[in-house]
């Protein structure tokens, strides 16, 4: 079972807008509508921001943005702020269990 | 407000088992939802262990499937975990999670993790 596979890191100029892709297989990420994004700050546990690869989880910003096309899934984060920095996981059902990106480390410079 | 919380040693000798407890408050964990563990080395990424239906199908993930026990005790709303013949490479932070997901008469799938606990460390030593 690989990971899905994320770039290590994202950077943004508070203000600008960042994309994170996530690019798994016909067998998790492009067979399924089942994609989720996760914030983690150091420290502390993830939080769900976005599930069913669009649909932004309670409380989030409408900066957060998802998407898929294909194999490859994509979070936008518009009008970076501060605290935006912090880190990024992709997951998806992947027919009998779930996979989880390497994690995207974004920076707001 | 439905939360969890983990709690187990935080040291484990290398070899034997590592048992954890995560406890729900808020919602029965019998009424729905599958009940997850994830982990999170020193320095790394999430990595899926495994979760378990208010039902009782499991799914685990592969690479840990033969050393990996997921159960509910529905009497104390209660999640564990074990995991067996550890060794170093299993130092890490371990996360419940509520896992939504569905399971139809011929098969489960998994949505996302939408309500974390904290974590709790666990070391492995020698």
């Known amino acids: 079972q690989s990971a899905l596979t994320q770039p290590p890191s994202a950077s943004g100029s508070p203000g600008q807008s960042v994309t994170i892709s996530c690019t798994g297989t016909s067998s998790d990420v492009g067979g399924y509508n089942y994609v989720s994004w996760y914030q983690q700050y150091p420290g502390k546990a993830p939080k769900l921001i976005i599930f069913?690869?669009?649909t932004r989880s309670s409380g989030v910003p409408d900066r957060f943005s998802g998407s898929k096309s294909g194999n490859t899934a994509s979070l936008t984060v518009s009008g970076l702020q501060a605290e935006d920095e912090a880190d990024y996981y992709c997951s998806s059902f992947a027919g009998s269990n779930r996979v989880f990106g390497g994690g995207t480390k974004l920076t707001v410079l | 407000q439905v939360q969890l919380q983990e709690s187990g040693p935080g040291l484990v000798k290398a070899s034997e088992t590592l048992s954890l407890t995560c406890t729900v408050s808020g919602y029965s964990i019998s009424s729905g939802y599958f009940w997850g563990w994830i982990r999170q080395s020193p320095g790394k990424g999430l990595e899926w262990i495994g979760s378990?239906?208010?039902?009782?199908?499991?799914y685990h993930n592969p690479s840990l499937k033969s050393r990996v026990t997921i159960s509910l005790d529905t009497s104390k709303n209660q999640v564990s975990l074990k995991l067996t013949s550890v060794t170093a490479a299993d130092t890490a932070v371990y996360y419940c999670?509520?896992?939504?997901?569905?399971?139809?008469?011929?098969?489960?799938?998994?949505?996302?993790?939408?309500?974390w606990g904290k974590g709790t460390t666990v070391a492995v030593s020698s």
């Open positions: 069913e690869v669009s």
């Open positions: 999670a509520r896992d939504g997901g569905y399971c139809s008469t011929t098969a489960c799938y998994l949505y996302y993790m939408d309500i």
């Open positions: 378990m239906y208010h039902s009782g199908s499991t």
